[in-house]
């Protein structure tokens, strides 16, 4: 043998003897029986979905060989929540089929770095189609399962593209999250109970129909468009819809967004069984609009411009391809506002009318902050009659409930405000008629006005205690 290679050492150049070991070391050492499948994190821009779901599942599935484990809780969470370390087995079942996972941690490439994180999936060949057919699904049916179980419900908001650290956060759209702890369901919001029943039987609906879409060849999304005064309930209704269905909320702040690009990239990165959320979307328009103008007169260019035609088109467009279970809801004050775009039939499935208190309306909110029905108590008649014929939101009527613990001051306190509503309206009909009408509706409009500052602050405020959070 010695001999052999040393011949052959002489005789054969270097370049081809080390081209013909390694075929003969390709064809004679014998193939390995498994297969094993590599599972990313990401998609390019989006999440994988096999990687959520495995993520999820294998918190399930630790073994006592495991000896390394993640343990994480939030304040809010029913349970821990497990995860693995760096280079962890899970040795699974299914079948007949004995299947490894393994989860793995590189660092990244620059110049973006960072850790990436994938799961590796081995198992015997022959099983392959069993593993892609059968088990894959299962796996994310059992993900599901679990994620529903103890599933806390996140309000997204945009953050500002400047403050954002993490650079695959800014590539994915930039979305912070807090735990949503809105209360509102819909046992608590005051609204006309058919108006409610026709909402919750219309999610239904939507949530049973995933065979129906894809027959008719349709994504599977529904659109709601919410408007009335402030006060009555329109941002209550989005977190009880959220609540209902324990779907994430994606508040979308339009005019945060400046480009095309930049809208794609975030709704990428949104996940699906969420509502994306667009508030006071009168507002918004106008100052797409002016946005617009502006670009107009700098661009004759006008490439990159946002309208909101062209955002429903896009959110059309990337929802039929990759969007499952997604719910768009428009709020506005001023349904005569809004851009005509929004109001063609076809685009909104469902125009929801948050109306003032209704008598109805304020025997549920007696019942919630008070603990009271109408039985015997003298208030009822007066505060319907009053109600009847005076313009008051719920969010009126709920704070003057919750001024006192006794039921009987409460009330006295919300007819008396009542009163003070009707004398207001009365004395501004009166006005209209002698001519100090445009006074008034000055007054209204600043009022308004007070008001949407207001909720601009509120907003605002939420967004630094998310950042704050965050720190
Ligand atoms: N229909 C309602 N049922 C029960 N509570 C309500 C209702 N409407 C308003 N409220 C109370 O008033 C508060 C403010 O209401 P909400 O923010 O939902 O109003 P909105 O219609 O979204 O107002 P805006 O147009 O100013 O955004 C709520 O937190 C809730 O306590
Ligand atoms: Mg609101």
Redesign the pocket.
């Given at each position: 043998m010695m001999l052999v290679r040393s011949v052959a050492n002489e005789l054969i150049p270097h370049q081809l003897r080390s081209y013909l070991y390694s075929a003969f070391r390709y064809f004679f050492t014998p193939l390995s029986p498994d297969l094993t499948l590599a599972i990313d994190e990401r998609c390019g821009m989006s999440k994988n979905q096999v990687y959520e779901a495995a993520e999820v599942y294998l918190s399930t599935r630790i073994s006592p060989k495991t000896e390394r484990l993640k343990l994480s809780k939030t304040r809010k969470q029913k349970h821990f929540t497990i995860g693995l370390e760096k280079g962890e087995l899970v040795v699974d079942g299914f079948e007949d089929v004995r299947l490894t996972w393994r989860f793995v941690c590189t660092e990244g490439q620059k110049p973006h770095g960072g850790e990436k994180k994938h799961f590796e999936l081995s198992f015997n060949k022959k099983h392959k189609d069993k593993v892609l057919d059968f088990y894959l699904p299962y796996v994310f049916l059992k993900a599901e399962e679990i994620k529903k179980q103890d599933k806390m419900i996140k309000l997204y908001s945009r953050q500002c593209p400047f403050s954002c650290e993490d650079d695959n956060e800014r590539r994915g759209g930039s979305w912070g999250s807090i735990i949503l702890e809105h209360p509102a369901t819909f046992d608590t919001l005051a609204m006309d109970p058919a108006l409610k029943k026709m909402i919750i039987d219309d999610l239904e609906m939507f949530l049973r129909r995933k065979a129906y879409y894809k027959k008719v060849g349709k994504a599977w999304k529904r659109g709601y468009l919410l408007y009335g005064p402030?006060g009555t309930g329109?941002?209550?209704l989005v977190a009880a819809m959220a609540n209902y269905l324990k779907f994430d909320i994606y508040d979308l702040g339009l005019t945060s967004v400046r480009s095309d690009a930049e809208l794609r990239r975030t709704l990428l990165s949104t996940t699906n069984r969420s509502i994306l959320l667009i508030?006071?979307i009168d507002c918004s328009s106008e100052v797409l609009e002016r946005q617009m103008r502006n670009k107009n007169k700098k661009l004759p260019d006008k490439t990159g411009q946002l309208t909101l035609s062209g955002i429903l088109n896009c959110i059309d467009g990337l929802w039929s391809s990759c969007g499952d279970e997604r719910i768009i809801v428009f709020?506005t004050n001023y349904k005569d506002r809004i851009d005509p775009a929004l109001l063609r039939p076809g685009r909104m499935d469902l125009h929801i009318n948050m109306s003032y208190c209704t008598t109805d309306g304020f025997r549920l909110l007696a019942s919630n902050y008070l603990g009271i029905s109408s039985k015997h108590n003298p208030f009822f008649a007066e505060i319907d009659s009053l109600l009847n014929s005076t313009e008051a939101t719920p969010a009126e009527a709920a704070e003057e409930l919750m001024k006192s613990d006794d039921p009987n001051i409460a009330l006295q306190g919300l007819v008396n405000f009542l009163k003070r509503k009707r004398d207001e309206a009365d004395d501004e009909t009166e006005n209209k008629a002698t001519g100090c009408g445009e006074v008034d509706s000055s007054v209204r409009r600043l009022n308004a006005i007070v008001s949407r500052v207001k909720?601009l602050k509120t907003n605002v405020d939420r967004r630094k205690i998310m950042m704050r959070k965050r720190k």
């Amino acid at each position: 043998m010695m001999l052999v290679r040393s011949v052959a050492n002489e005789l054969i150049p270097h370049q081809l003897r080390s081209y013909l070991y390694s075929a003969f070391r390709y064809f004679f050492t014998p193939l390995s029986p498994d297969l094993t499948l590599a599972i990313d994190e990401r998609c390019g821009m989006s999440k994988n979905q096999v990687y959520e779901a495995a993520e999820v599942y294998l918190s399930t599935r630790i073994s006592p060989k495991t000896e390394r484990l993640k343990l994480s809780k939030t304040r809010k969470q029913k349970h821990f929540t497990i995860g693995l370390e760096k280079g962890e087995l899970v040795v699974d079942g299914f079948e007949d089929v004995r299947l490894t996972w393994r989860f793995v941690c590189t660092e990244g490439q620059k110049p973006h770095g960072g850790e990436k994180k994938h799961f590796e999936l081995s198992f015997n060949k022959k099983h392959k189609d069993k593993v892609l057919d059968f088990y894959l699904p299962y796996v994310f049916l059992k993900a599901e399962e679990i994620k529903k179980q103890d599933k806390m419900i996140k309000l997204y908001s945009r953050q500002c593209p400047f403050s954002c650290e993490d650079d695959n956060e800014r590539r994915g759209g930039s979305w912070g999250s807090i735990i949503l702890e809105h209360p509102a369901t819909f046992d608590t919001l005051a609204m006309d109970p058919a108006l409610k029943k026709m909402i919750i039987d219309d999610l239904e609906m939507f949530l049973r129909r995933k065979a129906y879409y894809k027959k008719v060849g349709k994504a599977w999304k529904r659109g709601y468009l919410l408007y009335g005064p402030p006060g009555t309930g329109k941002s209550s209704l989005v977190a009880a819809m959220a609540n209902y269905l324990k779907f994430d909320i994606y508040d979308l702040g339009l005019t945060s967004v400046r480009s095309d690009a930049e809208l794609r990239r975030t709704l990428l990165s949104t996940t699906n069984r969420s509502i994306l959320l667009i508030e006071d979307i009168d507002c918004s328009s106008e100052v797409l609009e002016r946005q617009m103008r502006n670009k107009n007169k700098k661009l004759p260019d006008k490439t990159g411009q946002l309208t909101l035609s062209g955002i429903l088109n896009c959110i059309d467009g990337l929802w039929s391809s990759c969007g499952d279970e997604r719910i768009i809801v428009f709020t506005t004050n001023y349904k005569d506002r809004i851009d005509p775009a929004l109001l063609r039939p076809g685009r909104m499935d469902l125009h929801i009318n948050m109306s003032y208190c209704t008598t109805d309306g304020f025997r549920l909110l007696a019942s919630n902050y008070l603990g009271i029905s109408s039985k015997h108590n003298p208030f009822f008649a007066e505060i319907d009659s009053l109600l009847n014929s005076t313009e008051a939101t719920p969010a009126e009527a709920a704070e003057e409930l919750m001024k006192s613990d006794d039921p009987n001051i409460a009330l006295q306190g919300l007819v008396n405000f009542l009163k003070r509503k009707r004398d207001e309206a009365d004395d501004e009909t009166e006005n209209k008629a002698t001519g100090c009408g445009e006074v008034d509706s000055s007054v209204r409009r600043l009022n308004a006005i007070v008001s949407r500052v207001k909720r601009l602050k509120t907003n605002v405020d939420r967004r630094k205690i998310m950042m704050r959070k965050r720190k």
